[in-house]
């Protein structure tokens, strides 16, 4: 073992030795290797440090917090034609919308009414234009009658005449007849006075009622109610009127009727206060009783 590691340390020792003893065997000199020119790093080009070289200017600072890059980005604010004339539009139309909702908010009173009371209103309504439509055909008919007729003298005052007794039973001064309505208030713990009557013969009134009369008085534009002081009941321009209270009514019973007996009106009321009210329909009533005619102490007819 020692014999074989000898050979081997002295192999490698002939290298070393043969350098030292100044070998004359030419060696290729080393070339240092090629070595890289120092490059100067560039920076990482962000929103903070904005390359303008390229473009021949100054760098341009921005700043760093995002809101402020954002105010600086809004204002001041860049406005192109387009937007402007888009502006406007809108502007226009969210005023036409704001008209629009007004105005329907104007005619929203009928919204919250129930159907019953929509329906009444609109078969008023329907009457009095029935009622009108009516009256404008008599007048035609009375000024054709008028241009033709050979002796017009004679027809004005047939026509004169007509036109009083109309005015006699608006006025109370002339009896009435025609279909109608009797309605009855049967008052037996007294709880019925002179208010009730009237908001009675208001709503007969706007639901079209010609001529009206209580019990033996006349009901005419000066009607008045009061309630006696004594005794109870209720009187009738100074008429002691005692209950049961019945009103005959001339008038359209399609519209009369409904009227009473709309939710929360006359009859419901009259039930309220222990009282009870009975409504018959007939072809033809007569309202006899007159009114003694008053003579004015103010008004004159106007002159034309």
């Not at 100067?40 to 917090?65: F, H, K, Y």
């Not at 502006?87 to 139309?93: K, R």
């Not at 009127?241 to 409904?258: A, K």
Request: charged share 25%; aromatic share 2%.
């Amino acid at each position: 073992m020692s014999g074989e590691k000898e050979p081997r340390e002295r192999d490698e020792e002939q290298p070393e030795s043969a350098e030292s003893a100044g070998s004359t065997e030419p060696v290729a000199p080393v070339e240092p290797a090629a070595v890289a020119e120092p490059v100067e790093s560039v920076g990482p080009v962000g929103p903070e440090e904005p390359v303008a070289a390229a473009a021949g200017r100054e760098p341009v600072e921005l700043p760093s917090d995002g809101r402020t890059r954002l105010k600086a980005a809004m204002w001041p604010p860049r406005v192109s034609r387009g937007q402007l004339v888009v502006a406007l539009l809108l502007f226009a139309l969210g005023l036409a919308l704001a008209i629009q909702v007004r105005s329907t908010n104007d005619h929203s009173e009928l919204r919250g009414a129930r159907q019953e009371d929509l329906v009444r209103i609109l078969d008023e309504l329907d009457g009095k234009q029935q009622r009108l439509q009516s009256e404008k055909t008599q007048l035609e008919q009375s000024l054709a009658q008028l241009e033709n007729s050979s002796n017009q003298a004679k027809e004005a005052q047939e026509q004169t005449r007509k036109k009083a007794a109309e005015l006699g039973v608006l006025a109370g001064t002339e009896k009435a007849t025609g279909p109608g309505i009797v309605l009855t208030i049967d008052d037996p713990q007294g709880q019925v006075k002179a208010d009730m009557l009237l908001d009675t013969l208001q709503e007969l009134r706007a639901a079209g009622a010609e001529a009206i009369q209580i019990n033996d008085v006349r009901v005419v534009a000066g009607t008045y109610f009061t309630d006696n002081s004594s005794g109870g009941g209720v009187q009738i321009d100074g008429k002691s009127v005692s209950q049961p209270f019945r009103f005959t009514v001339v008038g359209n019973p399609q519209d009369l009727t409904p009227a009473l007996n709309i939710p929360g009106g006359v009859v419901r009321s009259l039930e309220n206060h222990q009282a009870r009210a009975t409504i018959v329909q007939q072809q033809k009533v007569l309202v006899d009783a007159l009114a003694a005619p008053k003579p004015l102490q103010y008004g004159k007819p106007a002159a034309k």
